[in-house]
């Protein structure tokens, strides 16, 4: 695994991405982490299909991770009552995507 990590946490911030594994495959890179969590899960995955499809050809998904996290909600305050103390959780994905040889 290399340090290239492409995370999404806006919809708005796809674009973005796009530039930044072009740049980072122009440069050399062999592959890329792009994750996304919640929301922004659809977003990642988009992101892998236009750089695999559109972009690039000689470029492949090698892997897929999923997973969640629990959620803490910040900086707010609120009355507890008795549904506070149910465990949220929130859903997880790595897309890596490398270049075949």
């Keep these: 695994m290399n340090n290239n990590v492409i ?3 806006k919809r708005k911030d ?3 991405a796009i ?3 072009i740049f ?3 440069g050399g890179e062999r592959s890329i982490l792009i994750q996304g969590e919640g929301k922004e899960i659809s977003t990642a995955v988009e992101i892998a299909e236009i750089l695999k499809q559109r972009m690039y050809p000689s470029i492949e998904i090698s892997d897929i991770s999923l997973g969640s996290r629990p959620y803490y909600q910040r900086g707010r305050k609120k009355r507890y009552n008795k549904n506070d103390f149910k465990k949220d959780i929130v859903s997880q994905i790595e897309i890596e995507i490398s270049k075949r040889i």
């Design 24 to 26: 980072a495959f122009s």
């Design 7 to 9: 995370r999404v946490k």
């Design 19 to 21: 530039k930044d594994a």
């Design 14 to 16: 796809k674009d973005q």
